[in-house]
């Protein structure tokens, strides 16, 4: 089966995450969307990003999950990976990457 994306805003996507509630789509977004405004102010030249989530393992109550974002910044792509127990620190953690790759 073949994911939509959904799209926030006009450059930043989600693929992989159809299968989230509410709640926690709500809190996704907000997530995104903080590291998104940051990441256009800190870039040479925004352009967008886009976050994929893989589940790596799954069993009930108990999930790994993998986080790849890329944000394209002036053509240049910057890229990180992230796998966790907790969808949200994963999302965290991948987007702090990609922000100290864009700072240095």
Same mark, same amino acid.
């Given at each position: =089966?073949?994911?939509?994306?959904?799209? #926030?805003?006009?450059?930043?996507?989600? =693929?992989?995450?159809?299968? #989230?509630?509410?709640?926690? =789509?709500?809190? #996704?977004?907000?997530?995104?969307?903080?590291?998104?405004?940051?990441?256009? %102010?800190?870039?040479?030249?925004? %352009?967008?990003?886009?976050?994929?989530?893989?589940?790596?393992?799954?069993?009930?109550?108990?999930? !790994?999950?993998? !986080?790849?974002?890329?944000?394209?910044?002036?053509?240049?792509?910057?890229?990180?990976?992230?796998?966790?127990?907790?969808?949200?620190?994963?999302?965290?953690?991948?987007?702090?990457?990609?922000?100290? =790759? !864009?700072?240095?």
């Amino acid at each position: =089966m073949e994911d939509e994306t959904i799209s #926030l805003g006009g450059n930043i996507s989600l =693929m992989g995450f159809r299968e #989230l509630d509410r709640p926690q =789509m709500v809190v #996704l977004k907000k997530i995104v969307g903080t590291y998104g405004k940051k990441l256009s %102010e800190i870039c040479k030249k925004f %352009e967008s990003l886009h976050l994929t989530l893989k589940t790596v393992h799954h069993i009930e109550k108990s999930q !790994i999950f993998e !986080i790849h974002a890329k944000c394209m910044d002036n053509g240049t792509p910057i890229t990180s990976t992230e796998t966790d127990r907790n969808l949200f620190v994963a999302v965290s953690s991948a987007l702090q990457k990609v922000e100290k =790759m !864009i700072k240095v």
